[in-house]
T-cell receptor
Framework: AQSVAQPEDQVNVAEGNPLTVKCTYS??????LFWYVQYPNRGLQFLLK??????LVKGSYGFEAEFNKSQTSFHLKKPSALVSDSALYFC?????????????FGRGTSLIVHP | NAGVTQTPKFRVLKTGQSMTLLCAQD?????MYWYRQDPGMGLRLIHY???????AKGEVPDGYNVSRLKKQNFLLGLESAAPSQTSVYFC???????????????FGEGSRLTVL
């Protein structure tokens, strides 16, 4: 069975500081990995994904994520946080082949960026 | 380009009443999903469909039924609503694997359901 863990319910960071939102996963074989963002009273929006290749993936709004196969992690990062980045962030995993093609989501991490 | 549209956006029901949530997508996606979102629980998959005329159970299917009579529509039904079904419901759609697409999901804006 595949699973995703987001160990922090909430991450607090000051505006202008770098931010990291953590995600670890478990899946059979090679993974597809995703980050989504949810602003208040909105649906989830796709941020970025890892399929294969370069371990550092760049996405929307200046976010990037680093895939680490040995640590089975896919942490979301941004060099300089904005107050407008405050939102709920979800990590998701799906098997590339075999197993379930249905993605599994983590419980979400609330990012709060303080002015 | 509407993407994924959910109706209604808000609904209040009394215990025992029935209702149907409608999800429509205009991206010709084969896969469609219904999730519920509750505080501290993240997203939990209720039912999903991998094509017209097919449905399958997800993580929390009890108390819900679904139908996919047309490719673009995925309906979620509550036959006898219970207070435990108070939640925000999200529909999503995606391409299947093997079509050159990696299957990221496209979400609707959500339907907030309160059962009294």
């Amino acid at each position: 069975a595949q699973s995703v863990a987001q160990p922090e319910d909430q991450v607090n960071v000051a505006e202008g500081n770098p931010l990291t939102v953590k995600c670890t996963y478990s899946v059979s074989g090679n993974p597809y990995l995703f980050w989504y963002v949810q602003y208040p009273n909105r649906g989830l929006q796709f941020l970025l994904k890892y399929i294969t290749g370069d371990n550092l993936v760049k996405g929307s709004y200046g976010f990037e994520a680093e895939f680490n196969k040995s640590q089975t992690s896919f942490h979301l990062k941004k060099p300089s946080a904005l107050v407008s980045d405050s939102a709920l962030y979800f990590c998701a995993v799906r098997a590339q082949s075999g197993g379930s093609y249905i993605p599994t989501f983590g419980r979400g991490t609330s990012l709060i960026v303080h002015p | 380009n509407a993407g994924v549209t959910q109706t209604p956006k808000f609904r209040v029901l009394k215990t025992g009443q029935s209702m149907t949530l409608l999800c429509a997508q205009d991206m010709n996606h084969e896969y469609m999903y219904w999730y519920r979102q509750d505080p501290g629980m993240g997203l939990r998959l209720i039912h999903y469909s991998v094509g017209e005329g097919t449905t399958a159970k997800g993580e929390v299917p009890d108390g819900y039924n679904v139908s996919r009579l047309k490719k673009q529509n995925f309906l979620l039904g509550l036959e006898s609503a219970a207070p435990s079904q108070t939640s925000v419901y999200f529909c999503a759609s995606s391409y299947p694997p093997g079509r050159g697409d990696t299957g990221e999901l496209f979400f609707g804006e959500g339907s907030r359901l309160t059962v009294l």
